[in-house]
Nanobody
Framework: QVQLVESGGGLVQAGGSLRLSCAASGRTFRGYTMGWFRQVPGKEREFVAATSWSGGGTADSVKGRFTISRDNAKNTVYLQMNSLKPEDTAVYYC?????????????????WGQGTQVTVSS
């Protein structure tokens, strides 16, 4: 059974940092695009960042502040979030997909984690 389990969320003051982790299990994800989306209640899900063998991408809203990385040996993807802002407050979801063409499109991902809450206070 494939599982994506996020950790590392929490409450932080504006300007602070958090590091999210996503541990994948149930198969090897070496050839998969892995990434992060976020969602605020009442709003659409938003692409944050993704990484794949061909590259990936980072949303303009977080570029320069967030960095995605992965450890294929551990089947784990990370999201380092620096200079956090109150508008970064959301539930962050880890995703994995095979044959992802457009990394910003949520429907292209096959697996989703349960989400981890990130709250940034002003």
């Amino acid at each position: 059974q494939v599982q994506l389990v996020e950790s590392g969320g929490g409450l932080v003051q504006a300007g602070g940092s958090l590091r999210l982790s996503c541990a994948a299990s149930g198969r090897t994800f070496r050839g998969y695009t892995m990434g992060w989306f976020r969602q605020v209640p009442g709003k659409e899900r938003e692409f944050v960042a993704a990484t794949s063998w061909s590259g990936g991408g980072t949303a303009d809203s977080v570029k320069g502040r967030f960095t995605i990385s992965r450890d294929n040996a551990k089947n784990t993807v990370y999201l380092q979030m620096n200079s956090l802002k109150p508008e970064d407050t959301a539930v962050y979801y880890c995703v994995a997909g095979y044959r992802v063409v457009v990394v910003t499109t949520d429907s292209q991902y096959d697996y989703w984690g349960q989400g981890t809450q990130v709250t940034v206070s002003s």
